[in-house]
Structure formats: structure tokens, C-alpha cells
């Protein structure tokens, strides 16, 4: 009798706490969510965060606050949201960099396992830029250069792209970088621009108004074609450097076990925005390419991610990568 007795308490306790649950979800969000941007401001990701963020305000009911989050190549940051209460009211800005190449890194969480896919947000052009007054215009002259004078060249190294695309780049040309370490692209750019270091690798977002305002000079599109927001800029294997590709994109994730109902609010709000015909003419201005409608699903970022690991893990650990 006294089992039974037990036994129905802790079915109606269960029934109390499912019926909790389901309220909290209908109510979603009913206060503030932090996005998580994983670098300082003013790189490419926080700028993307922020046209984001202000345009799904409307869809959602309530702000979104960014908050930065720098240090390890956006892996603090990315630990801090695996580690969130899984309620939707914390999530982050991941991408190539948090989401792939952070296991250059020593991890206290699983890329695969511990976050939940809201949707893949953009295709972002991979560009290797140089300081004005480099004595090259192009990949072609900059092999040339490094030839003549060798181990000369300061390469920024400010995140897991940059240091592998540095690795990838000594590899295939033969040449020796000097890496020097940046806490996020902003800082390096603006380090860049004054000439205090040599090359950087970054996304158009950063680079492309220094470079139509000539305060820097293009060098190549680390991408197998040429992008249609920056058609001008050839590709590394136009200049003479076959391969040396490095990915760039943008996407949301929450912590492991985020309610399904959740997603799928933060979810509608992102492709809202990204339908919006201001934010994709603000992303084309700052050389992001949004993703395609099918990417831009759950499960389009999850099938994205694991291409991306599956293609770029092995790469990195030939290539012996580690956190500089």
C-alpha cells in the first residue's frame, strides 16, 4: 500500500513539473537573453551579433543583450554557454574559430555534444590582408618577398582560423611567419592598420571597410572562388597558392538540452531578421553571404558543423596545430 501511495506521489509530482515546464516554454522569453559573443568588440562576429541582435528584439518581446566575452580563441566563452542553464536565456555566436578549430585548445566540453543548433547564419569569406605599406600587392609578390627576406614577416595570430591558415600558409609556400598572439580581430586590425604588424587573416567583415578606405591592402580570398560581396579580391589560388583555403561562417547555439519549443522561437527570430532586407544589405556591405533557407534550420547548422569538423579535425591534427 505505502509503495503505491509513493508511486502515485511521484507520478504526480512528475505531472506537476512537466505541466511547469510547458508553461515556462509557452512563455518564452519573458525577460532578457544574453548572447554571448566569444572575441571583443568591434571584430566581425560582434558586429554581426549586434545587426542581429537589434532586429530580433520585435520577434521575440524582449532584448537581446550582447555581452563579450574574450580570451583562449572564443573558448572561455563557448565553455561559459555549455555550461548555461539550458532555458534559452543564454546562447552564443559560434563559428568556424568556437565551433571547429577550438580543439587546438584543452576543452572542458564536447563541440558535438554539449550545444544545441539554433541555425547556421552566414558563408563568410576567409581574407588575408596586409598593412599599407607591405612591399606586395598580391599572394604571388608576398611568396616572392618572404623568399628575399625571410622569417621577416609578423603574422597575427588572433584566433584557431588565423592559426591554422598560418600553419596551412608556411606549408604550402615554405616560408616561416612570425605569429604574433591577439585576443580577437579587432584589436589586431587596428594594430594592423598603424602598421605595427605584418599580415592578418580575418573575415570581410572587419577587413573590408579599412580596405575600401585604404588604410590596408587585400592580399587574397582564402576561399576556392571568388565571393560575390568582395567579386575584386582573387582567390589564394589565383595568386599562385593552391589550397590555401580557410573557412569562415556564423551560427547560433544554446546549451545541451535547451527545450525543443525554445530553439524553435530563437530560431524564427534569426530567419526573420535574416529575411530582412536591411540586414541582408548591411551583411553583403560587410562581406557576409547569408546562408541558404535550408542551412538556416537546426538541422541545417548540425549537418553544417559536422562537415566542417569531419573536413577540418584531420587537417588540423596532420598539421600538428596547437594554441600558440
Known amino acids: 500500500m505505502k509503495k503505491s501511495v509513493v508511486a502515485l506521489a511521484l507520478i504526480a509530482l512528475a505531472g506537476i513539473a512537466c505541466v511547469q515546464a510547458q508553461a515556462q516554454t509557452q512563455s518564452y522569453p519573458s525577460r532578457q537573453i544574453t548572447l554571448i559573443v566569444p572575441f571583443p568588440p568591434g571584430g566581425s562576429t560582434d558586429v554581426a551579433a549586434r545587426i542581429l541582435a537589434e532586429r530580433m528584439r520585435a520577434p521575440l518581446g524582449q532584448p537581446v543583450i550582447i555581452e563579450n566575452v574574450g580570451g583562449a580563441g572564443g573558448s572561455i566563452a563557448v565553455g561559459r554557454v555549455a555550461r548555461a542553464a539550458p532555458d534559452g536565456y543564454t546562447i552564443d555566436i559560434g563559428q568556424w574559430d568556437t565551433h571547429v578549430g577550438s580543439i587546438i585548445y584543452k576543452l572542458d566540453y564536447d563541440l558535438q555534444k554539449d550545444f544545441e543548433p539554433i541555425g547556421l547564419i552566414s558563408n563568410n569569406p576567409q581574407l588575408m590582408v596586409a598593412k599599407k605599406d607591405l612591399p606586395a600587392d598580391n599572394l604571388k609578390d608576398l611568396v616572392a618577398w618572404m623568399k628575399a627576406n625571410p622569417s621577416k614577416i609578423n603574422f597575427v595570430n588572433q584566433n584557431a582560423a588565423a592559426n591554422v591558415s598560418g600553419v596551412l600558409f608556411e606549408k604550402l609556400t615554405g616560408q616561416k611567419v612570425h605569429f604574433i598572439p591577439y585576443r580577437g580581430a579587432g584589436p589586431a586590425m587596428t594594430d594592423l592598420v598603424s602598421g605595427q ?67 524553435a522561437k530563437l530560431n524564427s527570430a534569426m530567419i526573420e531578421a535574416l529575411a530582412d532586407p536591411a540586414v541582408k544589405a548591411r551583411f553583403t556591405e560587410l562581406g557576409l553571404d547569408v546562408a541558404s533557407r535550408e542551412q538556416q534550420t537546426p538541422e541545417g547548422l548540425a549537418a553544417f558543423q559536422k562537415l566542417e569538423i569531419d573536413k577540418w579535425w584531420p587537417i588540423i591534427k596532420e598539421a600538428g596545430v596547437t594554441a600558440q
Open 197 to 263: 604588424v605584418d599580415l592578418l587573416v580575418v573575415q570581410g567583415a572587419v577587413a573590408l571597410p579599412q580596405i575600401r578606405g585604404g588604410k590596408i591592402k587585400a592580399i587574397a580570398n582564402l576561399s576556392p572562388q571568388r565571393s560575390a560581396s568582395m567579386p575584386d579580391i582573387p582567390t589564394s589560388d589565383e595568386g599562385g597558392v593552391p589550397g590555401l583555403y580557410m573557412s569562415g561562417w556564423f551560427g547560433f547555439f544554446a546549451p545541451k538540452g535547451t527545450p525543443k519549443d525554445v530553439i
